[in-house]
């Protein structure tokens, strides 16, 4: 999990794919933060990337750097503590301007059941499970 978060916060932005329906979403993001053991991203309730999770838990997340990529597959799981979401915020200052580990926006996530897959055109895959 340190490997994977490592990796996304190098990349800079990741991308992170939900479904609506029966078509996929895909939108740029840049958090990463493990707090007590778990990697958590980072979004607001009124954004539709939120609605999405909630409605379909289960999403990807793709980053490349240095021809190397990223792919996380799991479950995300919504975790409304504070101490969840200050966490968050301490990790990333900049957001603290758009949001608030008290206000009724701010919404972290952790990654259940991923498996991440370290992957380039030069090597093996490596699977990591977390």
Known sequence: MQRAEKFLKDAGTYYLATVEGDQPRVR???TANIFEGKLYIQTG???DVSKQIHTNP???I???KDGQWLRIAGELVEDDRREAKQSMLDAYPSL?????????NTEVFYLKDATATFSS??????VEKF
């Open 45 to 47: 309730k009124k954004k």
């Open 121 to 126: 055109f030069t090597s093996e895959p490596e």
């Open 28 to 30: 740029p993001f840049g």
């Open 58 to 60: 289960k999403v990807e």
């Open 96 to 104: 603290q301007g758009m949001y608030s580990a008290d206000d009724d």
């Open 62 to 64: 793709c980053a490349f």
